[in-house]
Each structure stands twice: as C-alpha cells, then as structure tokens.
C-alpha cells in the first residue's frame, strides 16, 4: 500500500503482527501530493538499490501527527514528535523508524511530495536540508507545519489554475521557511555552484545558454565547471533543462497565459525542438504537457 501511494519501500520491524493495522489516504492539488498514513510501530526504509530501481525522483516532507519517528538521511538523524517535519530526497535512501503513542501504539504521519523540479532548491541545499527536524510549533517553520496540516484537513475547491497557484506559493513557502531556518555552510566549490545556479535562472531565455558558456562568465574552465556541479550529485545541463521546464510548467498552469500555445511557451524559455520538449517535460512530470495543461483547466473538488 505505502508503495502504491508514495515510492518503493520495505517495511520491517513489526513486533506483534496480530495486532497490526495500517491505512492510507492520499489526493493530489495540482502537482502536489498530500496523504495521511496511520499505523503501528515499525521500520520504513528506502534502501539504495530501491531509489536506483524505482528512480522516482520527489522531495517530500513528513509531519508527525501523532507518536515518534526517527529519521535518517544522508548520515544525519533526527527525532520527530507530535507536529514536528522534516524533508527528505526519494532519489536516496532514508529510513523512518515510527513509534506508536504509548496509549494504543498508533502513529500518524502527514506526507506531502512535491516532483524535486517543481522546489526552488538546489542539490547542495537539499543535501544540507534532509534529515533535520523542525519545530511544528512555534516560530516560522510553526507557522508552516500548521500551514501544511491545514492542507490536509481542508477540502480545497477552486478552479484548477487557482490550484496550481496555490501548489506554488505553497512550494515557495517551504523554500523561503526551510532556508530561514537552517542555513547551510557554504564551500568555495558549492559558492561557485550557487553563483552558477543563479547566472542559469537569469538566462533561462537564451536558447544557447550552455556549460561553456556558464564557464566563460565565471571565469572557469568547462571541466571545473562539470566537476562544481558532479560534487552535487548532477549535471550542467540537467541543471539548465529541469529549470526551464519548471518555468513552462509554471506559465502553463497560469490562467493569464491561456492564450500562449505550448509551443510558444517552450520556445520563450529556450526549448527549441518541441519534440524533446515534450519527452523531457513528461519524463520529470509524468504527463505531456498537453495533459498537464489540459487537467490546469479542470476544476478541483
């Protein structure tokens, strides 16, 4: 069932099976995915061979509504109680040992997962942001886990291009909290990847916007460049492609732009052959964008 709904999992560590129960529930606004999940003491793990296998590629934040989880991610762990979050990567492995409350031994977790593209975060943020626990409570990241929960226990209807504006601040929300709250030490490779990042979402437009190119402006070579970003576990050219086809999907879920055809919309952020417009779009969203934007004017319930 947890694989159903989320991503390939193993299960383990459940001491009395006889008295077992589990439920999900799940739906979706927009591109975000929300859902409840309740059960009984046990392990949840995402071994490296299952991220590698199933290859889903999602950012997602966990809050505990009940009970107490440990959590574990790229060698940090932190402990969740009631109202507490924490983000983790699907592309590598992670762990959730959840205890029951001591009442009845039932735990409750709210889990929402965002397509990593559709988060303005980068990988070395993500690699410094996983694993850490924030407060549910009080102060900012209090204010978004309410925020969050909100999401969760309130039925949403509007049409769909009010939903997909509302996915949007919520994604911009999660960015401008997280990174208040923790703010990750910088290198002077990971400086130089960030000043990188930035010079790709200032020029997204220019269709010959390139590694070389990059390179040039920060006074580099090509193979530093390429080796900057390997240290994040990525590309140049991912970094540029994923950027691009977050701001068409964007464009394409807002309700001024109805009159752009997608191909006009490709074409503005630098996608200058619609058909590899088109796979890639679908390979790091899971529909064309014709479907993504056919279902923008559907409206939500």
Request: net charge positive.
């Given at each position: 069932m947890l694989r159903e709904h989320f991503v390939a999992l193993d299960v383990t560590d459940i001491e009395d099976r006889r008295r077992f129960t589990g439920a999900v529930r799940s739906s979706e606004l927009a591109h975000l995915k929300v859902a409840t999940v309740q059960s009984t003491d046990q392990r949840i793990v995402r071994s490296g061979s299952l991220a590698r296998?199933?290859?889903a590629d999602y950012l997602q934040?966990?809050?505990?509504?009940?009970?107490?989880?440990?959590v574990t991610q790229d060698d940090r762990e932190c402990v969740l109680t009631h109202g507490d979050f924490v983000?983790?990567?699907?592309?590598?492995?992670?762990?959730?040992?959840?205890?029951?409350?001591p009442d009845d031994g039932s735990w409750a977790l709210e889990v929402f997962t965002w397509p990593r593209a559709s988060l303005s975060f980068t990988e070395a943020e993500i690699h410094d942001l996983?694993?850490?626990?924030?407060?549910?409570?009080a102060g900012a990241s209090g204010l978004l886990g309410r925020f969050l929960h909100d999401i969760v226990t309130s039925r949403i209807a509007s049409d769909a291009g009010a939903g997909n504006a509302i996915v949007d601040e919520v994604g911009d929300l999660v960015g401008a909290v997280v990174r208040s709250v923790v703010r990750p030490v910088g290198t002077p490779r990971s400086s130089t990847y960030r000043t990188a990042v930035t010079m790709i979402d200032e020029n997204l437009e220019d269709p010959s916007l390139s590694p070389s190119v990059i390179a040039a402006a920060l006074g580099i070579s090509t193979r530093q460049l390429h080796r900057v970003f390997a240290e994040?576990?990525?590309?140049?050219?991912?970094?540029?492609r994923v950027r691009r086809l977050e701001q068409c999907r964007r464009e394409m879920s807002q309700s001024t732009t109805r009159d752009r055809s997608v191909g006009q919309i490709s074409r503005r952020w630098g996608f200058a052959d619609p058909?590899?417009?088109?796979?890639?779009?679908?390979?790091?969203?899971?529909?064309?964008p014709r479907q993504y934007r056919a279902s923008a004017v559907q409206p939500l319930t």
């Open positions: 296998a199933d290859r934040i966990g809050r505990i509504r009940r009970g107490r989880a440990v983000l983790y990567d699907t592309t590598r492995p992670f762990d959730w040992q959840i205890d029951g409350h996983t694993a850490i626990a924030f407060d549910g409570r994040q576990d990525t590309t140049v050219s991912r970094a540029i058909s590899l417009f088109s796979r890639t779009f679908k390979n790091e969203y899971g529909m064309s």
